[in-house]
């Protein structure tokens, strides 16, 4: 969509009203029966440059008999509906970054003096990367932001067949995701991931906490996961190759808490 300039003589701006919008299934040729597998919707929009919308859902096109299981007739053919809802769920994150508070002036007078830092580095990253960067936050390791911030506020639904009330019942979960990072030295960063569950039963709602290490190695890298609380307590402790084509060259070692063991 345009929108107008503010002021008089501005040309107008672009907004980006929804980002991107999938709808996909396939129909299975070989099979003799259930060809078409379950039809999929997701989209996915901004608001301004702080806040992500997205949204998923599945759907079957086939009946089901007196246990639940899936039948060759159509819900179209039996109950004149389209498709059946299996699941939905969406999230809204809100990202906060150290480089949200430096003027634009500055960096670009940076990039013309030449300077190297956070700033000079900033503009040669490209916003589909940092998106990229923002959904896939354990796989990156972006050194161009000092700090950065993301809480995910998270809701699913969830259809399973009751056989007792041969009908669907809906199981929805809501959790409240945060993750950051922060870096402490030119080659170190350190970050964080927790989540609390507003579903769970009390006492069970904290869901896994992770605390990391990186350490830049220059052609390789030092990794170092902790997860403090939970169950799964436990930790990780890696080093391998940065290039992608040798990933698979790498030391790792885990270890578990609550046992004699400790951290060895």
């Known amino acids: ?5 503010k002021e008089e003589g501005d040309k107008p701006r672009k907004v980006p009203i929804i980002d991107r919008i999938n ?30 919308i997205n949204y998923a859902s599945s759907y079957s096109f086939y009946d089901r008999n007196e246990s639940g299981s899936q039948i060759n007739t159509f819900l179209f053919d039996s109950e004149n509906k ?30 013309k003096e030449g300077l190297e830092g956070p700033a000079d580095e900033l503009t040669q990253v490209p916003e589909e990367l940092r998106e990229e960067i923002d959904l896939k936050r354990n796989e990156f390791v972006d050194f161009t932001v000092p700090w950065s911030a993301n809480l995910t506020y998270t809701i699913n639904r969830r259809n399973s067949f009751s056989r007792e009330l041969q009908k669907d019942t809906a199981s929805i979960t ?10 402490l030295l030119e080659k170190w960063k350190i970050g964080y991931s927790t989540g ?3 579903q769970a039963e ?10 990391s290490l990186y350490w830049d190695l220059h052609c390789w890298e ?3 996961d902790y997860i403090p609380i939970g169950e799964r307590k436990s930790f990780t402790v890696q080093v391998n190759v940065k290039a992608s084509a040798l ?13 004699d063991s400790g951290l060895l």
């Open 222 to 224: 030092f990794k170092f």
């Open 202 to 211: 009390k006492g069970d709602r904290w869901t896994p906490t992770t605390l």
């Open 196 to 198: 609390y569950d507003l």
């Open 23 to 52: 709808i996909s299934t396939n129909r299975d040729l070989s099979r003799d029966s259930l060809n078409w597998s379950n039809l999929s919707v997701s989209a996915g929009t901004r608001i301004g440059s702080k806040l992500n």
């Open 82 to 111: 389209l498709a059946r809802l299996l699941n939905m769920g969406g999230g809204i994150t809100a990202t906060l970054r150290s480089t949200d508070f430096k003027k634009k002036g500055k960096e670009e007078e940076q990039l």
């Open 1 to 5: 969509m345009k929108v107008k300039g």
């Open 174 to 183: 809501q959790s409240i995701i945060a993750r950051g990072d922060l870096t």
């Open 247 to 259: 990933k698979d060259l790498k030391l790792m070692h885990r270890g578990t808490f609550g046992n």
